[in-house]
């Protein structure tokens, strides 16, 4: 067990698209577990969209991180020393302690993985708290029922990728954007989707009308603006979205303009639901036990972007993740 | 029975802000009723702001209405002559042929009303499609629940009037929001209201945080624009959105521009739902008991602005309806 570990601080708040300086590699001492707390070794760390508005000094929904402070976030690592009953030295678990190399957590705080389900990893990724957000969304916010059409947008990231796959899984029409060719082919050749398209192709609007003739139902949005007003102007009656993200507005400086076709939600009665997984873990059984059968079956795939290089890459593999870099969910492995 | 009986006709289509060019008064012959029809002479006819959206030629909810055809809406009359089983001349009907002196009905899409509830014209306002309205809009749109603060925007209006006042006798706080100094009085004062604003006199999100400043639970949205973004900004977790109607883009030439602040309802969680009251039809019952108990007791008040002048006045008084003129529910006496 080392004496000292690293972490990522946060040097500065980004201003617009973060960059390099905004954060700070520093080591800190690798304090001993208290009562009930256990010492983990990251070996897995979580990237996420949602992160971002956590940079700013703003109340989201939820707090701001603190300057100098680490960054937290989902991490899987292994115990290497437990004070915690029930949960041993050599079990997996996956926390919220992130952005570090050594964490020492609550033991309450921290879920231990069965290495049967899938491999550590997929606990952040499909099998995780992304993986959830994709079924809650789909099943439980857009309330999918059957013959939806259903369009997801950031259709190759961590969640789209899922919610597009679940629906495929359950008979559904599915049609994905995404940001570039390859994410484009993805979409069509490994995942199934029954169209695709690549948003920097032209308006949105038009090559949803193109990719979905007879309109949507459902709309699983992780991306806003301009995709948000192309969906609702693609609605069906009483479709539905589910508002899970809006990473295009997440590095922007000024506030972005909304749909300019909202008036359309009462003529066609649609509902336009957000939502946090955090509100939904009472799913997360149903959940595990649906998406870990489909795995097994090989009904969907778990597509990752793990980025190597330990802990001094977070930063840049956050800076990347949003401007796209990634297919499926990124992870920074910090297995070293 | 007169032979002839004037119908106002769409001259042509308004652009923006209709005009009395935009209209005719015809004088048409009255057929004579056919088997299962009956001729209604009507009294009150209304004149409701969703009715713009039909003189577009462009598909809405609603079919639009036809140049050089009469327009139609809501009236109430006087079966003069039936051919049909179950409605008696001398009957009282609420219908949907309004806009013309004498109407021809299938008796099978009329609704003969019960005169010991209400007065003939309330079964145009608060006992009728508009009270409906506001009934399925706040308790099963927005699911209004114990200890909601409630904000409704167009609250001097036919729908607004009586959404804000159920929530009142059912002892929510109620915020609203109106065109004028006398309108905002008329709330404060005779419906009781907790807050009410003139949202000519400043920005629409500081004067509901004033007059809010614990924010809100539901808002009821009558006019869209700038009072939905305000709302979006003033919502408390899990906060619900009934989307009814958006009369400030009614008139609109350009698309208006959406709320910049919709990556709130993510994180805060909430939910905007579009309805028309027509899905909702199953609801009469509860919402006629309710009401109707409500009128008895003095708990609510069915205002009316009534215009007088029969059928040639109805053009300017629904382009008075859309700049706002009416307190309550507007009504146009066809009585002469």
Chains 1, 2 share one sequence.
Not at 2 to 11: D, H
Not at 181 to 191: G, I, N, S, T
Request: net charge negative.
């Amino acid at each position: 067990m080392p004496q000292n570990a690293r972490e990522v601080q946060l040097a500065r708040r980004p201003s617009g698209a973060p960059v390099p300086e905004d954060f700070r590699i520093a080591e800190v001492e690798v304090p001993d577990p208290a009562d009930d707390e256990l010492l983990i070794r990251n070996v897995w760390m979580s990237v996420d969209p949602y992160m971002r508005g956590r940079m700013n000094d703003r109340k989201s929904y939820a707090p701001p991180f603190e300057l100098d402070a680490p960054l937290y976030g989902g991490a899987v690592g292994e115990v290497v020393a437990s004070r915690y009953e029930g949960i041993a030295e050599g079990d997996w678990v996956v926390h919220g302690l992130g952005w570090r190399e050594y964490a020492v957590a609550d033991g309450h705080a921290v879920r231990r993985i069965d290495p049967a389900i899938g491999p550590p990893q997929a606990f952040l990724g499909v099998l995780g708290m992304t993986g959830l957000t994709a079924y809650v969304g789909l099943l439980d916010i857009a309330a999918l029922r059957d013959g939806d059409i259903v369009f997801v947008s950031g259709a190759a990231g961590a969640v789209g990728s899922l919610a597009g796959q679940l629906a495929r899984a359950r008979g559904h029409t599915v049609i994905g954007s995404a940001g570039s060719p390859a994410k484009v082919a993805f979409l069509r050749d490994e995942l199934g989707f029954d169209a695709a398209f690549d948003y920097h192709d032209g308006p949105v609007a038009e090559q949803l009308a193109a990719a979905a003739p007879d309109g949507i139902d459902v709309y699983y949005d992780n991306v806003g603006g301009e995709h948000l007003e192309a969906a609702i102007g693609a609605m069906r009656m009483h479709g539905r979205v589910a508002m899970c993200g809006s990473i295009s507005g997440y590095n922007a400086t000024e506030p972005p303009p909304g749909p300019r076709n909202l008036a359309l939600v009462v003529g066609r009665r649609l509902t336009l639901r957000g939502f946090l997984v955090g509100d939904h873990a009472d799913r997360r059984q149903a959940f595990e036990a649906e998406v870990s059968a489909l795995l097994r079956e090989g009904r969907i795939v778990g597509r990752e972007t793990v980025v190597e290089g330990g802990i001094e890459v977070a930063p840049q593999a956050f800076i990347d993740l949003l401007a796209g870099a990634n297919t499926g969910k990124m992870l920074v492995s910090l297995a070293g």
